[in-house]
Nanobody, 116 residues
């Protein structure tokens, strides 16, 4: 049974940090999957924030480069997003996505609010 569960969201002041985690139960070996974090702010389209491939290559949206770090732990079937120097414009629901061929799964999201 597939399960994608995000955690770690919350309210943080501008300049603060948060660490999001995504625990996945997926068919096929977790290490094969492309892992991604997306976000969706109110009234805006969902956008890609960061990705980490099976060979650990990472990509980031320009808006988060130098502030966010994505990592994966294939032994624990988890993917993390370390977020630093948070800005109000980072406020959104953050979603975890796992992809391998036709296996494409999303979590339900975790809310991140950056506000003083």
């Amino acid at each position: 049974q597939v399960r994608i569960a995000e955690s770690g969201g919350g309210l943080v002041q501008p300049g603060g940090s948060l660490r999001l985690s995504c625990a996945a139960t997926v068919p096929i070996n977790f290490s094969y999957y492309l892992l991604s974090w997306y976000r969706q702010a109110p009234g805006k389209q969902r956008e890609l924030v960061a990705q980490i491939a099976r060979n650990y290559t990472t990509t980031y949206a320009d808006s988060v480069k130098g502030r966010f770090t994505i990592s994966r732990d294939n032994n624990q079937n988890t993917v993390h997003l370390e977020m630093r120097s948070l800005k109000p414009e980072d406020t959104a629901v953050y979603y975890c996505r796992t992809q391998y061929r036709l296996n494409d799964y999303w979590g339900l999201g975790t809310q991140v609010t950056v506000s003083s």
